[in-house]
């Protein structure tokens, strides 16, 4: 049984409370690639729960666990999820399972915190698919689990320095049956109002943003062809918008164009949605695109002065982000534009108020601000802990020992925490209830699930 745990104790949100409530709802598509993989290469039987779509309360995830009695639980693990990680582990095993096994975010970072927490049996750090084929195969036989590549379940078992591949050719990875999941329930606030589902093309990212800690070694990518296989299975199954969660989805134009025309050639009609980086933005790309059905593109563009850019190497210019916004417009693709308040070169209120302010000017059709926290595994957090800014160990006691209490450093070298968060409730309030966004939006309503969704999301927002 492969579980996403609840998100009823996230540590301390990087966004408003109304904007978290109507948060997009993605499925856990690191369980699916994990079970898939299962299913194919082995004959175990294998149940996902994704309980945080469903808000389970601990009660009630026990009892399925402990009705379909699975002799492994998987779980995946965020740092901000540590809590829901922890009670999640110990409701499987007052359900009785036998081994616990935690894989994630949170596990590549600190593999052997995770293991030290009461009920882990096993963690699986990197990606997991064949790590966990190897450890559940390992237990299947009775045997030992001990110097399985990947995996550490054993007291003499080495923290692994290397991801563990099945093949580094990601064609060769099975096509994900999302069957294996509620698909029809997940939705995205931002889109068209059908049934969605998030997609993945590539895996790593070979730039070095100092807020990021995604591995940046084998930076690999499917085939226009095996990507378009996955598309027709999704729109089989009557899915007809795609996100593409790629970390960062044109790292060459090449491979982009050469996706939308297979996409064009196939006859694949739906909506897409993908992370882009500014860099490389141009006509002919966002043209060929738009006819490929691509219908927004997300942008994190983080700061809007040369120096705050610098600063979280970005590796682009203002004056190139404000062309990349002004191209889509004219094409005719949403955008979506990500910044981030209380970053090192805010030094003073007036200095976020221009952050604001130049998000404003973009003119893209969504805004989300976030709070910088850095996490520990990034350049940006280890430049923080050198400097006195941030401290390590309140994070390593909340590893070692996940409380509700904990609340992650923000960087407070100029604001407080409730300066930053005054100053974030503003930047959406100042963005969402202009009369022209407010105006622009009523004409785009497509039916009243749409507008039941994005009204509640507004009423929240207002009143925050």
Sequence with gaps: ?????????????????????????????????????????????????????????????????????????????????????HKTI??????????????????????????????VDAVVKGEGQKPMLDLVNCWAKGEVAKGIPGVMAHPDDPVPVDDVYFTNDLDEYPILDRSLIDYQRYYDVMGEGGVFTTMISSRGCPYRCTFCNTPRHRYRV??????????????????????FVDDTFNITNKRVIDLCDEIISRGLKFSWTVRFRVKGVDRELLEKMKAAGCTRIQFGVEQGTEEGLLRLKKDVTSREIEHAFALC??????????????????????????????????????????????????TLYDEGVRDGVLDLEPWLQFMRAPNEEFKAQVWDEYFSREDLRELLNLAYRRFYWRPSFVLRNAFQVRNLNDFKRKATAGLRLLAS
């Excluded at 499987?92 to 009461?118: I, M, T, Y």
């Design 222 to 243: 499917m085939s226009p062809g095996r990507v378009c296989d996955e598309i027709a299975a999704c729109l089989d199954l009557g899915i007809r918008e795609i996100y």
């Design 329 to 378: 417009r004219d094409v005719g693709i949403h955008t979506v534009a990500y910044f981030m308040i209380g970053t090192p070169t805010e030094r003073s209120r007036q200095d976020v108020l221009d952050t604001i302010d130049y998000s404003i000017r973009l003119k893209p059709d969504f805004v989300m601000y976030n709070i910088l926290t850095p996490f520990p595994g990034t």
């Design 90 to 119: 110990r409701a499987c095993k007052e359900a009785g399972v036998p081994r616990v096994v935690v894989g994630g975010p949170h596990v590549n970072d600190f593999p052997q915190e995770c293991l030290d927490l009461p009920g």
């Design 1 to 85: 049984m492969l579980i996403r745990p609840p998100a009823r104790h996230t540590v301390e949100s990087e966004v408003p409370e109304a904007v978290e409530a109507e948060n997009l709802s993605y499925p856990p598509l690191a369980l699916l690639s994990i079970g898939q993989f299962l299913l194919d290469q082995s004959d175990h039987e294998v149940r996902i729960i994704d309980a945080q779509l469903d808000d389970l309360p601990y009660e009630d995830l026990g009892r399925q666990v402990r009705d379909w009695a699975p002799d492994v639980v998987g779980i995946t693990a965020f740092t901000v999820q540590l809590v829901d990680v």
